[in-house]
């Protein structure tokens, strides 16, 4: 029987395939359990790395069969009728909501649960729990994202609706906090950065994991890292994270440094489509796409210096990551990356704006000085995204 007063949170989210959404619920899970609180996980019938990870801990979870990412609203009415069949056999004190397609349960809490609750609160002991939406990105909504109008309008009346069914919302950057003022959501909200526990990655030395990545990937790299420049980014091969950006650039990059190397770690929809940009560029010998990597993090110090496009971010977990690996990046100015880098100029540039992006790339990749110099700055500043701060967030608005 579960001791009166005591935390029970359930940690929700769509998929469970790699992402930093997943990373974010598993190591989360991992540190509440951790201070000897209960918790849950939740997620759709899709992806595997989530569950398996959790399994590692002992942390339970559950698949939900009708949580899918689709617009489609029978399968919505079907996946709030699920979880409320689920509500009603679990006592959980809060409901964390990690993604937009999931958001729904939020109804579900507040519409369905307080009728069983009548009827069984007395022989239970059941109260209805609160519910908590984190917002990881705009996504539809990011000024950013090409979507037509109507569809844009559509993403927001979802939002905002569900929304009302949240007791508490979070942002995980200041930037993407900011941005929904002019969206008119009103709702009363807070802000958490996400963090990392720096003894869980397991970071290699440089020349481990230029070795044990070239080993790690599908299909293997081929590299002379000794004679090279290596450019590394961390993402899904998606639209949002600009990919065809770099892929486009890189002949100019070539002029700056001739021995420089692209290696992406990730997999998406668009890496046919990747891959072909590649291949009409001549570019198959200096661009690698490695495919997914379990816990790439510890990876990160076989590059020289890390690069990511995106379009729109929240809060990007590999960019914490990369914080605490001593990279030197060059990152578009855009959700959170500046508040990651602390607004260092010369590692921002302006999204899909080519001259600042070579001007920029240029000074990092000629200087090693200001290379070494900026890995020890951003050091520094990944003590300010440490998990425990994150978590310790948390738990008072758990309460």
């Given at each position: 029987m579960?001791?009166?007063?005591?935390?029970?949170?359930?940690l929700?989210c769509?998929?469970?395939?790699?992402?930093g959404?997943?990373?974010?619920i598993?190591?989360l899970?991992?540190?509440?359990?951790?201070?000897?609180?209960?918790?849950?996980?939740?997620?759709g019938?899709?992806?595997?790395?989530?569950?398996?990870?959790?399994?590692?801990?002992?942390?339970?979870?559950?698949?939900?069969?009708?949580?899918?990412r689709?617009?489609?609203p029978?399968?919505?009415?079907s996946?709030?009728?699920?979880?409320?069949?689920?509500?009603?056999?679990?006592?959980?004190t809060?409901?964390?909501?990690?993604?937009?397609?999931a958001l729904?349960?939020?109804?579900?809490?507040k519409?369905?649960?307080?009728?069983?609750?009548?009827?069984?609160?007395?022989?239970?002991?059941?109260?209805r729990?609160?519910?908590?939406?984190?917002?990881?990105?705009?996504?539809?909504?990011?000024?950013?994202?090409k979507?037509a109008?109507?569809?844009?309008?559509?993403?927001?009346?979802?939002?905002?609706?569900?929304?009302?069914f949240?007791?508490k919302?979070?942002?995980?950057?200041?930037?993407?906090?900011?941005?929904?003022k002019?969206l008119?959501?009103?709702?009363?909200n807070?802000?958490?950065?996400?963090?990392l526990?720096p003894?869980?990655?397991n970071?290699l030395?440089?020349?481990?994991?230029?070795?044990q990545?070239?080993?790690?990937a599908?299909?293997?790299?081929?590299?002379?890292?000794?004679?090279?420049?290596?450019?590394g980014?961390?993402?899904?091969?998606?639209?949002?994270?600009?990919?065809?950006?770099?892929?486009?650039?890189?002949?100019?990059?070539?002029r700056?440094?001739?021995?420089?190397k692209?290696i992406?770690?990730?997999?998406g929809e668009?890496?046919?489509?990747?891959?072909?940009?590649?291949?009409?560029?001549k570019l198959?010998?200096?661009?690698?796409l490695?495919?997914?990597?379990?816990?790439?993090?510890?990876?990160l110090p076989a590059?020289?210096l890390?690069i990511?496009?995106?379009?729109?971010?929240g809060?990007?977990?590999?960019?914490?990551?990369?914080l605490?690996?001593?990279?030197?990046?060059l990152?578009?100015e855009?959700?959170g990356?500046t508040e990651?880098?602390?607004?260092?100029s010369?590692?921002?540039?302006?999204?899909?704006?080519?001259?600042?992006?070579?001007?920029?790339?240029?000074?990092?990749?000629e200087?090693?000085?200001?290379?070494?110099?900026?890995?020890r700055?951003?050091?520094?500043?990944?003590?300010?995204?440490?998990?425990?701060?994150?978590?310790?967030?948390y738990l008072e608005?758990?309460?």
């Amino acid at each position: 029987m579960e001791e009166k007063g005591k935390k029970n949170i359930f940690l929700l989210c769509t998929r469970a395939d790699m992402g930093g959404v997943q990373v974010f619920i598993r190591d989360l899970a991992r540190d509440l359990k951790r201070r000897g609180i209960l918790v849950t996980v939740g997620f759709g019938p899709a992806g595997g790395f989530l569950a398996n990870e959790l399994r590692k801990f002992n942390i339970p979870y559950i698949r939900f069969q009708n949580l899918k990412r689709s617009h489609n609203p029978f399968t919505s009415l079907s996946f709030i009728s699920e979880f409320k069949r689920f509500l009603n056999k679990n006592n959980f004190t809060t409901i964390h909501i990690n993604s937009s397609n999931a958001l729904i349960a939020a109804y579900a809490v507040k519409k369905c649960l307080p009728r069983t609750l009548a009827k069984h609160s007395m022989a239970r002991g059941k109260s209805r729990p609160i519910t908590i939406f984190t917002v990881h990105g705009l996504s539809l909504l990011d000024e950013n994202y090409k979507k037509a109008n109507w569809f844009k309008a559509f993403y927001l009346f979802y939002f905002k609706f569900f929304l009302k069914f949240v007791d508490k919302l979070i942002f995980i950057s200041a930037e993407n906090q900011k941005q929904t003022k002019s969206l008119n959501i009103a709702q009363e909200n807070h802000m958490i950065y996400n963090g990392l526990e720096p003894s869980s990655i397991n970071m290699l030395s440089h020349h481990e994991a230029q070795g044990q990545l070239s080993s790690a990937a599908n299909p293997k790299l081929h590299l002379n890292w000794i004679d090279s420049f290596a450019i590394g980014s961390v993402g899904r091969l998606s639209y949002q994270k600009n990919y065809d950006f770099l892929i486009n650039i890189f002949p100019k990059i070539l002029r700056v440094i001739p021995n420089a190397k692209l290696i992406i770690i990730g997999e998406g929809e668009d890496r046919a489509k990747l891959e072909e940009m590649i291949k009409t560029r001549k570019l198959k010998k200096s661009i690698f796409l490695t495919g997914n990597i379990i816990n790439s993090a510890k990876y990160l110090p076989a590059f020289d210096l890390f690069i990511l496009p995106s379009r729109y971010e929240g809060l990007p977990l590999t960019l914490i990551e990369s914080l605490f690996a001593g990279l030197p990046m060059l990152v578009t100015e855009v959700g959170g990356n500046t508040e990651i880098l602390n607004n260092s100029s010369g590692q921002i540039f302006k999204l899909n704006d080519e001259d600042d992006f070579l001007k920029k790339f240029k000074n990092l990749a000629e200087h090693k000085m200001h290379r070494d110099y900026l890995s020890r700055q951003n050091k520094k500043q990944s003590q300010n995204f440490l998990l425990s701060k994150s978590v310790d967030k948390y738990l008072e608005l758990y309460e």
